[in-house]
């Protein structure tokens, strides 16, 4: 497991641009741009920050929306949800609860049973194959 960066100077030495805007600055990158919201492979995705586990491959499903989405995570003490009201938007906010990145949003659209759509940002997520 990767040591958590102390400051925001670490981060931004650990972090390519984009991942430093998407994780510490919320931003969010540009829709069908990211390298995994096409991706079929089996696998885990994990925290770019700092490695957590966080979705599986098997509760990936294509949105159409461009960005990779899940309708769960692989455990619900691995993310933090807090609301947002940025943007003129009331949406809820998926951070890393280890190293505290700027994940997605959580929607309550989604097409499977558990009813919920988590849209998160390709550039935030690692790829561990199985
Ligand atoms: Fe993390």
Request: glycine share 10%; proline share 5%; aromatic share 10%.
């Amino acid at each position: 497991m990767s040591q958590i960066p102390k400051s925001e100077q670490e981060w931004k030495k650990k972090l390519t641009p984009e991942q430093y805007h998407v994780l510490r600055e919320k931003d969010t990158e540009p829709a069908f741009t990211g390298k995994y919201y096409k991706s079929k492979e089996k696998g885990n995705y994990v925290c770019a920050g700092c490695g957590a586990e966080l979705f599986s491959s098997e509760t990936k499903f294509d949105s159409g929306t461009g960005w990779p989405s899940f309708d769960k995570p692989i455990n619900t003490e691995n993310i933090e949800l807090r609301k947002d009201f940025s943007h003129g938007m009331m949406r809820t906010e998926v951070v890393c609860r280890k190293c505290h990145g700027h994940l997605g949003h959580v929607f309550d659209d989604g097409p499977t049973e558990t009813g919920r759509r988590f849209c998160i940002n390709s550039c935030a997520l690692g790829f561990r194959k199985k």
